[in-house]
């Protein structure tokens, strides 16, 4: 780019029609290394650099090149992610190489908005380290790798030689499988669930949990996507 920071580029895949949509600077953000995801006309993606002081952005902008915004710069405490961002609904997920509780880096999610920064796993070194990569989704489990870490590791980034991992929405997002429950004025009661966005649930019902039990589906539904 035009100060060497890198930038975000458009080409058709005839490879004709490359135009450079946005030109990254140090003080704002600066050296991305991953792709950007694509909802819609928008395009989310990760900086490894920020405003000078953070360690990295989490940024939209439009496929025309238009309406660039930082929606997090990273605390030197939090980053910098490195790999880019998996969009779920109205939620992004993805990876810082360092930062967390123990140094060794996170994975994070972050709304289309900018509010709701939440860090979900805390890398320990021995469980994995340092993570590069974009996360990868299938169902509810995010998948992804680290370069350092795993078994080997005896607390030295050097030690090991990483590892894939999996990590569950379902089950280790707070965010997500909260059932409430209501008493209605006839009796009747009224259940509440908060899934992942865009899946589908289904409720069942039995009157005998006798080994083997037989469930009986009530109703399935999707979770919304905010």
Known sequence: GITGDGTVFKVNTDGTGFAVLKNFAFGEAANSFSAPALSGTTLY???????GVGRGTVFKINTDGTGFVVLRNFARSEGPPTGGVILIGSTLYGTSNAGGSLGYGTIFKLN??????TVLKNF???GGANPYATLTL???????????????????QS??????????????????????SQRLGDGRVQLGFLGVPDFSYTLEWTH???????????????????
């Open 112 to 117: 289309t908005n900018g509010t709701g920064y």
């Open 124 to 126: 320990t070194g021995s």
């Open 208 to 226: 005998d949990l006798s080994s083997p039990v037989a469930w009986t589906a009530l109703v399935t539904n999707t979770a919304p996507t905010d």
């Open 159 to 180: 030690s090991g030689n990483g590892t894939v991992f999996s990590f569950s929405l379902a089950t280790s997002d707070p965010t997500y499988n909260h059932v409430t």
């Open 45 to 51: 993606g990760t900086t490894a650099q920020s405003d």
């Open 138 to 156: 299938s169902g509810t489990t995010l998948f992804g790798t680290t370069p350092y870490g795993g078994d080997l590791d005896n607390g030295t």
